[in-house]
Each structure stands twice: as structure tokens, then as C-alpha cells.
């Protein structure tokens, strides 16, 4: 399955003119197959994966949309119906996908009463929320006739997979992501020159509304009678609680601030000198920078005074407290509290 696989992933070629085995070397790769371009839900769900793509990037995780469309086609669609699509155009897609593709994957055939089930629902999206509904007759219905399905690919190998047998269903990226264990590092790679290469225009993507409302309401349920039993620290100190707030803070498009907690958390058990030299460096250049993919909103003398400590060569396990502190209370603080509106607390660990 593995040889299989690799040959699969190195014949798909993206608009890019890269391969997704290629991409996935590097990144993961988040592959949304959607059914055709013309349908008003695929429109809805292709706009949601654009307004999630800034967190997605932060955990180096690239989306790609498949469609059977050829790429032509799909940009003469976008072109005519402007208003109706809110795909920015650095979003990689990949063309042409066809049935076999889909099949090796193991998206299987859905049947044609399916369809006109979902029919329905399409014609009141169409008018509900202004969207286009156009069945591309030239494609042939076979290259229609398919289930719903994402994919996580890492190293040309599928990671993770979720197949949507009815056509309602919307995905939680952040759980499709987070479900498997990830951590961030920010030594494991200059993955940003990459995804900076891939995304020329990166700071568009990143200029998104930070209160933006894609969490789903329904998810969670809410426990008034255990709201005074959790803290902040109770969610960032016991991992199981963080990576529940990382899924809400990645659908708030403000996932950096929790992963900076994290690296803090590493740097601070450090016990000799020259690795907290190193990771106070990395991470300095990972959340401070202008221009960083992760870059935290924070007051500029505090960070000039852990400049001139990592400069004097003797960064302290509390060089970043002041840092917490500010992050604790206010923009966290704040996340917090939409948070415990939204998670079961069944879900949460007091220990």
C-alpha cells in the first residue's frame, strides 16, 4: 500500500506544477474533494476552508482542493460569479480528478437517488445564500457520482481520513488536524520560507477577522454548574485541555498564542545555559517578527528587553514571564471566556 501510495501522490500535480508527494514531503496536506464547482454546498465548504487556511498554515498544513473540473474551467467559473465565491487566489488546487483517483483513495461512488436527496438542500442554498447552482453536464455524471472526502497526507502516506456519506456534513478541520498527536517545534524546520514560497502573498491570508465565527455551536455543550471549577491554567497546564483549546483558538484564527505557551513551556524546563541561548532565539524569530507566521501582538519594550537578554548571552528560565503575563491577561483571557461558553466540561481534566 505504501509504493502505491507514493506513485499515486507523485502523479498528482497541483496547479503549482507540484506533485502532492512532493508537497507532502515538507508539509501536510489537507485534500478536500469536493464534488463539482457548481454545487452550492462544495461553494460553502471550499469558502470555509479559505477562512481556516491562516491556523492550517501555522500548523504546516497546506489545503488543496480536488475537483473534476479542468483548471481552466474552474477559473473561468470563479471569474464569472466574483460575489458568489470567497476563494482567495493563492488557495492550490488540483484538476482533472478522476473516479479511479477517488477509488484508489477509497472514496466510493455515491448513487444516484443520493443525489436527488441532496437536490433539496442544494436549490435552498442557492437562494439562501446567493449561490450558484450549475450541473456541469460536459464532465459526465460518473465524475460526479462520489462521495464526499478529505484526506491528511504526510511523506506521501495518508494519515488521516474522513469520508462524508451524506452531503450535509461540514468537516472541523481543526479536529480533522488536532485529533492526531502534533506538536509544534520551532526548530523543526524553516517551514515559513516554504509556505511563503507557496503563498507569495501570505499576509492577505493572515489578515483575516480575529473573532471570526466558525466554530460550530452545536459541537459543544454548555455546563453553567462547572464554569467556576476552570481556570486558564487549568486548560494550558494539562496537555488533554490545551489541545481543546488549540481546536477553539486554531477556528479563532489566534492558534499562535497557545502554541507560543507551549514553546515557553519546553524553554522553561531547560536546564543548561546554551540550549535556552538557542530556544530563546528560535523562539524570538518565530513570534516577534514583523512578517513571522506567528507573530504575537505584544508590547515592544518587553520584547526589547528579551533582546538584549538573549544579545547578553544569558536568557533566564523567566525571560519570557512578562510575556505570559500579558498574553494571560488579555488576549487569552479573552479566548477563555468565549471558550467555556462552548466546551462540554466532561471533556476537561481538573487534574
Known sequence: MSSSQDTLFANLITNRGISIGELSQHHRIILLFIKFIGCPV?????????????????LNTIPVICHPESEEFFQEFCAKHPKKFYLHPEMIRLAHVSMETKHQLGIGSAS?????????????????????????FSLGLEKMKSDFAMFLV????????????????????????????????????????????????????????????LFDQKEFQLRHNSLDSISLDTILDVEQNRKLFKRFTMKEHSLENVLFVEQVMEYK?????????????QILNSFFGTNSLFQININ?????????????????????????????????????MRFKTHISFDEVALQ
Request: proline share 5%; glycine share 0%.
Open 42 to 58: 462544495c461553494q460553502i465548504t471550499m469558502d470555509a476552508l479559505t477562512k481556516w487556511t491562516p491556523s492550517l498554515l501555522q
Open 154 to 213: 504526510e511523506k506521501s502516506q495518508v494519515i488521516n481520513r474522513v469520508i462524508f456519506h451524506s452531503f450535509c456534513d461540514r468537516p472541523d478541520y481543526a479536529k480533522f488536524v488536532l485529533d492526531l498527536d502534533f506538536y509544534f517545534d520551532v526548530n523543526a524546520g524553516d517551514y515559513q520560507a516554504r509556505i511563503e514560497q507557496l503563498f507569495p502573498k501570505l499576509l492577505s491570508l493572515l489578515k483575516q477577522d480575529k473573532r471570526a465565527s
Open 269 to 281: 524546563k531547560l536546564q543548561q545555559e546554551e540550549e535556552r541561548q538557542v530556544k530563546a532565539k
Open 300 to 336: 515592544e519594550e518587553v520584547t526589547k528587553h528579551i533582546q538584549e537578554s538573549i544579545d547578553s548571552c544569558s536568557p533566564k528560565p523567566d525571560l519570557f514571564d512578562d510575556v505570559l503575563t500579558e498574553l494571560k491577561s488579555t488576549v487569552l483571557a479573552d479566548s477563555f
Open 112 to 136: 444516484l437517488m443520493k443525489h436527488l436527496k441532496a437536490m433539496p438542500m442544494n436549490f435552498k442554498l442557492a437562494i439562501k445564500e446567493h449561490r450558484v447552482m450549475h450541473i456541469p
